[in-house]
């Protein structure tokens, strides 16, 4: 079974940075289409960031130019670098293959942009 930990949450004042990153306990970040996904208080999960197998991205047009999504297969490690954070980034993230499959979601990592 595959389990999916994020980390590197946290709280952050706009303008600021934070990477998140999430581990897979077994081989499936070289094989599948995985994402970072976020879900903010009163609104549905979506998908803000994509990376392929053969890691091209893409990106939700709210955080085009602003985050980077990457991975390391040999780590089987997906990571989303953050920069000039917005209250409106504030949600818990989470990361599952693209499309998700139910049975991966983890808990995912709060992130807060607040002053």
């Known amino acids: 079974q595959v389990q999916l930990v994020e980390s590197g949450g946290g709280l952050v004042q706009p303008g600021g940075s934070l990477r998140l990153s999430c581990t897979a306990s077994?081989?499936?970040?070289?094989?599948?289409?995985m994402g970072w996904y976020r879900q903010a208080p009163g609104k549905q999960r979506e998908l803000v960031a994509g990376?392929?197998?053969?890691?091209?991205?893409n990106y939700t047009d709210a955080v085009k130019g602003r985050f980077a999504i990457s991975r390391d297969n040999a780590k089987n490690t997906v990571y989303l670098q953050m920069n000039s954070l917005k209250p409106e980034d504030t949600a818990v993230y989470y990361c599952?293959?693209?499309?998700?499959?139910?049975?991966?979601w983890g808990r995912g990592t709060q992130v807060t942009v607040s002053s």
């Open positions: 599952n293959t693209v499309p998700p499959e139910f049975r991966f």
């Open positions: 077994r081989i499936i970040t070289s094989i599948y289409s």
């Open positions: 990376t392929t197998p053969r890691s091209n991205t």
